[in-house]
């Protein structure tokens, strides 16, 4: 079965000294590399990735873009002062991010004719320079950001060596590879297209303009009798007063109830007499008698209290209306910042989201997102089938059933079936051999996708939820079953979301 907890904690040992030396970016690696080589066009397939995301931080685009732009490799700080971006930036930087791949793309075609095809490579060694400053980073390093994605979690939860000693990873890159690579240069490539032909950037600017224009929102003129809502706030101080002095004393009066109670169930526990039980339950009832008495006639309720809590609230709100010096909001920290921004992001990115969908997408942007991704597909088949006939054993990236992985990556032989029929499944779903199951449909019908893509239009979240929108997609034949997803993810001990991402 495939492991990725050896893998998580080999890159998380091995990061923890190589950023401790200065390390060759991809620049000074393609400089060396030899032009037309599977090893220029692997660089070439990462520096397309660095300079997305160093145009996302020069512009600082993507602040609220976490759904495109990815949250696991944000961990570097944002820029403080970002160049003014126009309405064309965010598709400019994604065009270039296209462009890129293509080039890339180009290189790596060209390379595996050559069947003999090999370079080596020491993981640690390799990062990318995401804000663009020179300098090296821990959240830069491919062993970082590749343990985030397959350990699921964080950096602070990857697995690290007791003696947190550096374990070094080399790789040995060969034909199978290669063709590895040009596959996920068209699931990337599908990517940008797919976000291009739904161009969410005007939807994000007018997020920051509204936002902005919060601070010229008109101020209500109402005068407010400070001297009243000073005297509610004294009654309601008095008031909390009362209520935990009654509280106090309704504590002191239950507590010998309390023990009492406990002393009864302990004692019931221990006889086997009926008689006697039916004794205790009847002092137990006067007990609970009593104590509901108590609390009726001394008060102390949680309800009460919340109630008073939240009118001395509201009325220290108005007078800090009033006067600012007599603000009751707690000062934040620097924490329950950053979890507003998070919780601010996430929103923006939904609201963002389900925005664009519902703009008329760029119908020659979806036929490209279409193409790369059967491309996608028929190049990851080529590659599986390639894997499978290498003899060598010789730090594998990817291994089979027989070889072993220079990550520590273990896999057999029906997990590689497995997520050969979900490649397939997929490939029939472009084609529109399959169908997508939708609650709203019966069981001999779904949603033929390929329908939608020879004529794209605005996607309404509702509509599609509720089922109206897929109505007009629907036909009748098999549909994709989880059955497969479920095999992988059995397989896999969990992690199918992990092996799709690494595997491709």
Not at 117 to 134: M, S
């Amino acid at each position: 079965m495939p492991r990725f907890s050896i893998l998580a904690t080999l890159l998380a040992t091995c990061l923890t000294s190589s950023i401790a030396t200065a390390q060759p970016s991809l620049d000074d690696h393609l400089k060396i590399a030899q032009p037309g080589s599977f090893e220029a066009g692997a660089l070439q397939t990462l520096k397309a990735v660095e300079t997305l995301f160093q145009t996302r931080y020069k512009y600082e685009i993507g602040r609220s873009m976490g759904f495109l732009m990815g949250r696991r490799t944000n961990g570097f700080s944002s820029n403080p002062n970002p160049d003014q971006r126009d309405g064309q930036t965010f598709i400019a930087m994604l065009e270039k991010f296209e462009a890129d791949l293509t080039e890339a793309r180009r290189t790596l075609q060209q390379a595996r004719k050559d069947p003999n095809i090999h370079f080596e490579w020491k993981v640690e060694e390799i990062w990318l320079d995401l804000d663009g400053n020179g300098q090296r980073s821990d959240v830069e390093s491919m062993t970082q950001i590749a343990a985030q994605f397959l350990s699921g979690r964080g950096s602070w939860a990857v697995g690290q060596s007791e003696n947190n000693q550096s374990t070094e990873i080399k790789i040995r890159f060969d034909h199978a590879d290669a063709i590895w690579l040009i596959a996920y240069t068209h699931l990337l490539s599908g990517l940008a297209n797919g976000v291009m032909a739904f161009d969410p950037s005007p939807v994000f600017e007018s997020i920051l303009e509204r936002r902005a224009n919060l601070e010229f929102a008109p101020k209500l003129e109402v005068e407010v009798d400070a001297q009243a809502l000073k005297a509610r706030l004294a009654g309601l101080e008095e008031e909390l007063v009362k209520f935990n002095a009654r509280k106090a004393k309704l504590d002191t009066a239950l507590k010998p109830l309390q023990i009492k109670r406990s002393e009864l169930i302990a004692k019931r526990k221990a006889t086997n007499d009926e008689e006697e039980k039916a004794k205790i339950r009847k002092e137990q009832l006067a007990l609970s008698q009593e104590e509901r008495e108590l609390r009726r006639t001394l008060g102390g309720g949680r309800q009460e209290k919340r109630w008073i809590d939240t009118e001395i609230r509201a009325v220290k709100r108005q007078l800090a209306a009033i006067d600012p010096e007599q603000n009751i909001e707690p000062a934040r920290t620097e924490f329950m910042l950053q979890q507003a921004r998070a919780q601010q992001e996430t929103i923006d990115s939904i609201y963002a989201l389900v925005t664009s969908l519902g703009q008329k997408p760029d119908a020659a942007r979806i036929q490209a997102m279409r193409r790369h991704w059967s491309e996608m597909l028929t190049t990851n088949t080529e590659f599986w089938a390639a894997v499978t006939l290498e003899s060598d054993d010789q730090n594998e990236w990817i291994p089979n059933a027989n070889q072993t992985s220079g990550l520590g990556i273990e896999i057999d032989e029906l997990t590689i079936k497995a997520w050969q029929s979900i490649l397939q499944d997929a490939e029939a779903i472009l084609k529109g051999d399959l169908l997508v199951p939708h609650w709203a449909l019966p069981p001999e019908m779904g949603v033929n996708l390929a329908l939608w893509f020879e004529n794209p239009e605005p996607i309404d979240v509702l509509g599609w939820l509720h089922g109206v929108d897929a109505f007009k997609f629907a036909a009748f034949g098999p549909r994709i079953s989880e059955a497969n997803w479920t095999a992988l993810q059995r397989l896999t001990q969990g992690r199918a979301g992990a092996f799709a991402v690494f595997f491709n």
